[in-house]
């Protein structure tokens, strides 16, 4: 993965770490990620675990604790991270520890997939982010859409094209000036490959 090939941010307005993350411009970034082959998937109407119908085929998801995991410690370091969790009680939310004492706590509030064609997928999931300091604390929401495609050759994997979309939180003192637009993007290339 190449973390981020590309940023952008609103004119006036400077989320916290978004001019740290132009250290990882164009700067490959390697680590695991796990997906798992399932016969229930999370109900959209409760947050409980429902079986799949007989008559369809079993879904493939995220293993969203080991990925998290993963993912922070490549950007941060091993040292950084204390722990990555999926709260028990709720798929939907993730709390990642760090060693400095601060929290992330992310909540997903939506998500949506569509597939144009046999080899290619997309996934769009929207994200309420809370970072928990010993300041005050700070919100927004994250908007991360992705496109899959499937490479001819078995070996080649899957390459994909993620768009992240940073935008304040009504909490924010700019809000107002930024009102639904997004105050950072993202632009990441994926290269996943079977090991």
Same mark, same amino acid.
Not at 40 to 55: E, F, G, M
Not at 89 to 118: D, F, H, K, Y
Not at 119 to 144: C, G, H, K, L, M
Not at 173 to 192: E, G, M, N, S
């Given at each position: 993965?190449?973390?981020?090939?590309?940023?952008?941010?609103?004119?006036?307005?400077?989320?916290?770490?978004?001019?740290?993350?132009?250290?990882?411009?164009?700067?490959?970034?390697?680590?695991?990620? !796990? /997906?798992?082959?399932?016969?229930?998937?999370?109900?959209?109407? =409760?947050?409980?675990?429902? *079986?799949?119908?007989? %008559?369809? +085929?079993?879904?493939?998801?995220?293993?969203?604790?080991?990925?998290?995991?993963?993912?922070?410690?490549?950007?941060?370091?091993?040292?950084?991270?204390?722990?990555?969790?999926?709260?028990?009680?709720?798929?939907?939310?993730?709390?990642?520890?760090?060693?400095?004492?601060?929290?992330?706590?992310?909540?997903?509030?939506?998500?949506?997939?569509?597939?144009?064609?046999?080899? !290619? /997928?997309?996934?769009?999931?929207?994200?309420?982010?809370?970072? =928990?300091?010993?300041?005050? *604390?700070?919100?927004? %929401?994250? +908007?991360?859409?992705?496109?899959?495609?499937?490479?001819?050759?078995?070996?080649?994997?899957?390459?994909?094209?993620?768009?992240?979309?940073?935008?304040?939180?009504?909490?924010?003192?700019?809000?107002?000036?930024?009102?639904?637009?997004?105050?950072?993007?993202?632009?990441?290339?994926?290269?996943?490959?079977?090991?």
């Amino acid at each position: 993965m190449t973390a981020p090939s590309g940023i952008r941010r609103a004119p006036e307005i400077v989320t916290p770490g978004f001019e740290s993350n132009r250290r990882y411009l164009n700067q490959p970034m390697q680590f695991q990620v !796990r /997906f798992e082959r399932v016969d229930q998937v999370q109900s959209k109407s =409760r947050d409980r675990i429902i *079986p799949l119908p007989q %008559q369809t +085929e079993s879904a493939i998801v995220a293993d969203r604790e080991f990925n998290g995991l993963n993912i922070a410690q490549a950007y941060l370091g091993d040292s950084a991270i204390r722990s990555v969790k999926v709260d028990p009680a709720s798929v939907n939310r993730q709390i990642t520890e760090l060693r400095s004492g601060r929290q992330l706590i992310s909540i997903v509030t939506g998500r949506n997939t569509e597939t144009p064609s046999r080899d !290619r /997928f997309i996934a769009t999931e929207v994200t309420n982010q809370y970072f =928990r300091s010993t300041n005050q *604390p700070y919100f927004n %929401q994250v +908007e991360t859409t992705t496109a899959y495609h499937h490479l001819p050759s078995p070996d080649s994997g899957i390459q994909a094209w993620q768009i992240t979309a940073i935008y304040l939180s009504p909490q924010d003192p700019d809000y107002f000036k930024a009102l639904d637009k997004p105050v950072a993007l993202y632009r990441y290339r994926l290269q996943l490959k079977p090991i």
